[in-house]
C-alpha cells in the first residue's frame, strides 16, 4: 500500500532540493530529529543542521478528495544567520509552487508558504532554528497515471 | 479577571457603522469559540511553565479584533497584540478590512504548537481554527443582522452607501 501522505511529499521534496540538501545531505526528519551520539541533536559547540517537519493540522475538505495540509518547518543552524539561510531554502521550496503528481501518485495541486518565518533557540540544547508554516493543498487519492 | 473595553475601544467603536460593527463583533464570537477550543486542547504544561517562572500556556490565551487597522474588540486576559503572537505569524492589518486574530501570549506556547527537540509538536492551535473557521458565517451572520436592526435609517443609508459607493444625501 503506499502512502500518500503531504509530509513524506513535503520531506521528498526537501531532499531533492540541492541548497537543503548540501546544507543538510539526509538530515530532514519527519515529527522529531534522531539522538544518540552522532544524531541530530548535539550540545552547544557540537551543533548540526538539520531539518524536522511535520503536521499542524490536516483538514479533508467535505465531500471532495483533497487535504488542506498545514505543515511546520523546524530549519537547525549552527547560529541565527545559518538557520535563517537554511529556513528560507526550506521556504523556497514550497513558495507558490503550483500543480505536480509525486511518484506516490498523490497530487498536489499548490503549495505556499503561510505563516511563520521567525528565529528562536531550542529551550533545551539552545541550537537557533528557524520555523515556518507552509500550506500545501493535496489529494487524498492516487492521480491516475 | 475579565476587564470591560478601553476607552480607546470605545472611542473606535463610535466611529463604525452597523455593518462593520456586526462583523466585528461576529468575529469576536468566533475568535471567542475558538479560543475556548484551543484552550481545552492545549496541553498540559504547568510543571514547564513554573520552571520557566512563566504562567501555564492555557491562561495566556487571547482575542483581538480590528477594523481598518484600529482595536475594536477584545477578551482573555492580555489580548495577543501586534506583538509577538500576531507580528510572528505574519499578521498584518489591511486597510478596510476586519481581521481577528487568537493567540497565546506565553513564551512558551509556540512550543508546545511546533515542538523542540526533546518534545514533538502538539499542535492545539491550527487545529481549533481549521474546526471553527468552517462555522463563520453562524458568528457574523447574526452579528450583522442584530446590529442593521437596532441601527437607526440615516445610518442604514450612510452604511449601504459606503457599501455600495453611493454618496448619501
Known amino acids: 500500500m503506499t502512502l500518500l501522505s503531504p509530509l513524506a511529499q513535503a520531506i521528498a521534496e526537501l531532499l531533492a532540493d540541492t541548497a537543503v540538501k548540501a546544507k543538510v545531505a539526509d538530515r530532514v526528519r519527519p515529527i522529531e530529529p534522531t539522538g544518540g551520539t552522532n544524531g541530530d541533536v548535539q550540545p552547544p559547540g557540537s551543533w548540526k543542521r538539520f531539518v524536522v517537519a511535520g503536521y499542524l493540522d490536516a483538514p479533508e475538505r467535505p465531500g471532495l478528495p483533497v487535504v488542506d495540509a498545514a505543515l511546520f518547518i523546524r530549519a537547525y543552524g549552527t547560529s541565527f544567520p545559518d538557520a535563517e539561510a537554511l529556513l528560507e531554502d526550506c521556504r523556497a521550496v514550497f513558495r507558490r509552487k503550483g500543480p505536480r503528481v509525486a511518484t506516490s501518485r498523490l497530487g498536489v495541486y499548490r503549495s505556499d508558504v503561510t505563516g511563520g518565518g521567525a528565529l528562536d533557540k531550542d529551550p533545551d540544547t539552545a541550537q537557533p532554528y528557524g520555523y515556518t508554516v507552509i500550506t500545501m493543498i493535496a489529494t487524498t487519492a492516487a492521480v491516475p497515471a | ?169
Open chain 2, 1 to 169: 479577571m475579565a476587564k470591560g473595553p478601553t476607552k480607546r475601544v470605545v472611542m473606535n467603536r463610535a466611529a463604525l457603522d452597523a455593518m462593520a460593527l456586526g462583523l466585528a463583533d461576529g468575529l469576536l464570537a468566533m475568535g471567542t469559540a475558538i479560543l475556548e477550543d484551543a484552550v481545552a486542547h492545549a496541553p498540559h504544561d504547568e510543571e514547564k511553565a513554573a520552571e520557566r517562572g512563566v504562567a501555564p500556556m492555557r491562561e495566556t490565551g487571547g482575542v483581538y479584533v480590528e477594523v481598518n487597522g484600529r482595536k475594536v474588540g477584545g477578551n482573555g486576559n492580555k489580548p495577543p497584540s501586534r506583538t509577538r503572537s500576531t507580528r510572528m505569524g505574519g499578521y498584518r492589518s489591511v486597510k478596510g478590512a476586519a481581521s481577528m486574530a487568537v493567540g497565546f501570549g506565553s513564551p512558551i506556547a509556540h512550543f508546545a504548537e511546533l515542538g523542540t527537540v526533546k518534545e514533538n509538536a502538539r499542535p492545539f492551535l491550527t487545529p481549533a481554527f481549521d474546526r471553527g473557521l468552517p462555522g463563520a458565517s453562524d458568528f457574523v451572520l447574526p452579528a450583522v443582522g442584530k446590529r442593521l436592526r437596532e441601527a437607526p435609517p440615516s445610518e442604514l443609508e450612510r452604511g449601504l452607501g459606503a457599501l455600495l459607493g453611493v454618496k448619501s444625501r
